[in-house]
C-alpha cells in the first residue's frame, strides 16, 4: 500500500521551501499517471485528466474530490464537464510542491 495514503495533510502557511526537482521526481514515484507541470508563474503543480462516461459521472467524481479535499485541508483546482474532470494540485503558501500534494494526489486516486 502506498504510504501516502496513510499520511494527513498538515495545514501550511508558508515558511517552507517548496519541494526542489529532484524530491518532487522521488514523490512522483509514488502516484500514478500524475504530471509534474509549471504554472503561468513557473511554479510546479501536479496535474490529471480523468475521463468518464458521461456529465454524471464526472460530476460524481468531483464531489467525491471535493469531500476528500475538505477532510484533508487541501484544496485543488478542479476543471470538469461533460465526460472529464482535470484536477491541478499546488501548495499556494509556498507557490510550489510539497509532500501535501502527493498525500492529496493518492487519495483522489483511490475514488477511481
Not at 25 to 35: C, L, N, P, R
Not at 61 to 84: A, L, R, T
Not at 86 to 104: K, V, Y
Request: net charge negative; proline share 3%.
Amino acid at each position: 500500500m502506498n504510504d501516502l495514503l496513510d499520511k494527513k495533510c498538515v495545514p501550511c502557511e508558508g515558511g517552507v521551501h517548496p519541494f526542489d526537482i529532484s524530491e518532487i521526481h522521488k514523490y512522483q514515484k509514488k502516484i500514478d499517471g500524475w504530471d509534474v507541470v509549471q504554472n503561468k508563474d513557473e511554479n510546479y503543480m501536479l496535474e490529471k485528466r480523468f475521463e468518464f462516461k458521461n456529465f454524471l459521472e464526472s460530476q460524481k467524481f468531483v464531489n467525491e474530490v471535493g469531500k476528500i479535499s475538505e477532510e484533508e485541508g487541501h484544496h485543488p483546482d478542479i476543471i470538469f464537464g461533460w465526460g472529464y474532470a482535470q484536477i491541478n494540485i499546488t501548495t499556494h503558501a509556498i507557490e510550489g510542491l510539497s509532500e501535501n500534494d502527493f498525500i492529496l494526489a493518492a487519495k483522489i486516486d483511490q475514488i477511481n
